[in-house]
């Protein structure tokens, strides 16, 4: 079946520094690439869509230049959080698919802790 | 703004007890998902109902989609502590993108 992989897992660093989280399709192409937050007891929130070699679009309230996407190939995806804050640790998961008729696969999330 | 309710919010019942999950909105769906998620994974898809009224069975689970596709039910049948985790139903919009409901934490007692 279609394998979504994020990495890191679970990442904790400073306030004030950027991180990378990477969303790979281990066996598909993924056309579009989803970012989601989801808070503690909450539900999973969509930050951004990301089409492979476009700019990606962001919802509302969610602050581009501070989670810079990049989705230059057809299976990777990153998306940076710049500056991190305490404020920006959350569970952030990335979903990927091959086109609009088939589902999102989901990756397995990584948790954000900032100190 | 699309939004979707779940209730209960959390349910705790004894192993081989049946029940039932609600998901309803005052949007139409063009789909409805439901997912589990287990903690510190990505939600993994169940299955999803396309046409109002639709009934999917996936073993002791019973998935409906309502008529008017604004709402869905998930029922679970003599229930296993294998079932205990988080249940999001979520909905597909006309612009392709997924909203998910908070979800329904279940916890099955042996």
């Known amino acids: 079946g279609a394998v979504v992989s994020q990495h890191p897992s679970w990442v904790i660093c400073k306030s004030g520094t950027s991180v990378k989280i990477e969303c790979r399709s281990l066996d598909f192409q993924a056309t579009t690439m989803f970012w989601y937050r989801q808070f503690p007891k909450q539900s999973l929130m969509l930050m951004a869509t990301s089409n492979e070699g476009s700019k990606a679009t962001y919802e509302q309230g969610v602050e581009k230049d501070k989670f810079l996407i990049n989705h230059a190939s057809l299976t990777l995806s990153t998306l940076t959080v710049t500056s991190a804050h305490p404020e920006d640790s959350s569970f952030y998961i990335c979903?990927?698919?091959?086109?609009?008729?088939?589902?999102?696969?989901f990756g397995d999330g990584t948790r954000l802790s900032i100190l | 703004t699309q939004l979707l309710e779940q209730s209960p919010q959390f349910l705790s019942i004894q192993e081989g007890e049946n029940l039932t999950v609600y998901c309803n909105s005052s949007?139409?769906?063009?789909?409805l998902q439901w997912y589990r998620q287990e903690p510190g994974e990505g939600p993994v898809l169940l299955v999803t109902v396309v046409t109002g009224g639709e009934v999917k069975k996936l073993k002791r689970l019973t998935f409906q989609f309502g008529d008017a596709r604004k709402d869905s039910s998930l029922h679970i049948t003599a229930a296993q502590p294998g079932d205990t985790g988080l249940y999001l139903c979520a909905g597909v919009g006309r612009d392709d993108k997924i909203i998910f409901g908070k979800g329904t934490r279940l916890h099955i007692l042996p």
């Open positions: 949007s139409v769906f063009s789909s």
């Open positions: 979903s990927a698919r091959d086109s609009p008729s088939q589902p999102q696969h």
